[in-house]
């Protein structure tokens, strides 16, 4: 009697073909989602830590500004600095008419230092707190918080520091426009209301940037923070000015068209070959000086 054959059975080419995706282009996929949905917070937000971030070691002048501190309701401790335009050097006495300026999403305040004095030189005092886990801020970073923070910042801005709201304008760039857009969502019964807002690179949402990013992956059906600032901006009462630079790789110049419609009263000014978060130092200036001439006297 003849012994059966022990060799394997050849496989098809379906089976080496079904194989070969599993093994190649399925499991890889998997992985990169599964990636992408634990550490998606940690590239989102791509904070630079530090330990103090003392106005003192940034300017040894005592009238540049002041250290802020805030304590948020969960024990969480936001620190920033307080600059003074150049004008209130002279005249202390004069209320100073205010940027609350908010971040991207991307190092810290200290980072931002040219773009402050920028604002400080167009005759705005500029407030600025780093978002939880930003430089020497505590806590981590999350819409929620991000957004009740916003809230609480310009709620600090007019009672503890006096601004009044008429003559405060609310600036965001990027992922900072959202985080100020936050304050017009639907469940705030009491928005804002600023002399303006400007918002520079902001996105229409995060879903809608990461898919312009990933195509070919769900990461947009996955994120845990959604930043829908094409729904909130329609409920700002105030001018609102957005600049969008025409070759921004980060957030596509159709996500500052597509703000600039859904907002009651909005202009878009279109930065030709200009990039993520670029606004050329003289156009920001000829708008601003455009807001102070429509801000109310002292």
Known sequence: MQAASLSPKPRSWWQLGRRAFLLYALVPYLVVVS?????????MYQPTVTETLRIAAVDSN?????????????????????????????????????????????????ARISDLQKFAASGFDVLIFDYRGYGDSTGSPTEANLSADALLIWKYVQDELGYDEAKIVVFGESIGGAVALSMWSKENPNPPQPAAVILNATFTSMPQTVAWHY???????????????????????????????????????????????????????????GTHNEIPTLRLRQELDAILSILPAD
Do not use: K
């Open 35 to 43: 990636v992408f949905t634990v550490f998606q917070r940690r590239l």
């Open 62 to 110: 005592p009238a540049f500004g002041r250290d802020t501190e805030l304590q948020t309701g969960d024990g969480n401790t936001l620190r920033g600095w307080l600059l003074y335009r150049q004008a209130r050097l002279d005249n202390q006495a004069v209320q100073a008419p205010l940027v609350l300026y908010f971040p991207g999403n991307a190092q810290n305040r200290h």
């Open 215 to 273: 195509p070919l992956f769900p990461f947009q059906f996955l994120l845990l923070d959604r930043w829908p600032s094409i729904e909130r901006i329609p409920r700002v009462n105030a001018p609102v000015v957005i600049f969008h630079g025409t070759d921004d790789q980060i957030v596509p110049v159709a996500h500052g068209r597509a703000l600039a419609q859904a907002a009651s009263q909005a202009r878009f000014i279109e930065i030709p070959g």
